[in-house]
């Protein structure tokens, strides 16, 4: 179960993958460019509680893409394969155009840094609580099997902290498996 606690991050985002292309044309905006990013928090960061932390987390991503980012509704989902006692979670989706230069590695690269700017420390325990949380969950069409990144991700078509989140902003769209 989950519900929504979103306002807009900016209010002239476009809200969809629908809206983008409609504002700004479909000359050079690719599909298969395309990456999706899931955001999730449980924990308050140096900004503040986990919902402010998504939000401008959001807005460090716009750095990152050639057009406007896509930001889904921030929902509250309790957690997933958890340690008993986490806390709830924050989660939202972005869909970014990180452009022709950039490749998949190279955005996992800049979204684990992001994590550290906010405070994330990586205990090695698995699903532990944390301040923030970015997954790349699909870059365009491209597959990835190596031992720091797998695309798509291999377990978002069961998580519905992704699932719902991006169904809102993008609902044509259907995750593969990797």
């Not at 902003?169 to 259907?174: A, H, N």
């Given at each position: 179960m989950w519900r929504s606690l979103s306002t807009r991050f900016m209010s002239c985002q476009p809200s969809t993958i629908v809206e983008l292309v409609a504002r700004y044309g479909p000359e050079g905006l690719s599909a298969d460019r395309l990456a999706i990013v899931s955001l999730g928090a449980n924990l308050p960061s140096r900004v503040g509680p986990a919902r402010v932390t998504l939000v401008q987390a959001a807005q460090r991503l716009s750095a990152l893409s050639v057009w406007p980012v896509v930001l889904s509704p921030i929902i509250e989902t309790e957690p997933v394969d958890c340690p008993p006692g986490s806390p709830s979670f924050c989660n939202a989706v972005a869909v970014l155009d990180p452009g022709e230069a950039q490749t998949p590695e190279q955005l996992l690269c800049e979204l684990q840094a992001i994590e550290t700017?906010?405070?994330?420390e990586r205990s090695g325990q698995i699903n532990e609580a944390r301040v923030l949380d970015l997954d790349l969950i699909t870059y365009g069409d491209q597959h990835r099997d190596t031992?720091?990144?797998?695309?798509?991700?291999?377990?978002?078509?069961?998580?519905?902290?992704v699932l719902q989140p991006l169904a809102v902003?993008?609902?044509?769209?259907?995750l593969s498996d990797p």
């Open positions: 700017a906010f405070g994330r031992p720091t990144l797998t695309l798509p991700h291999p377990r978002a078509a069961q998580r519905d902290f902003i993008w609902p044509e769209f259907r």
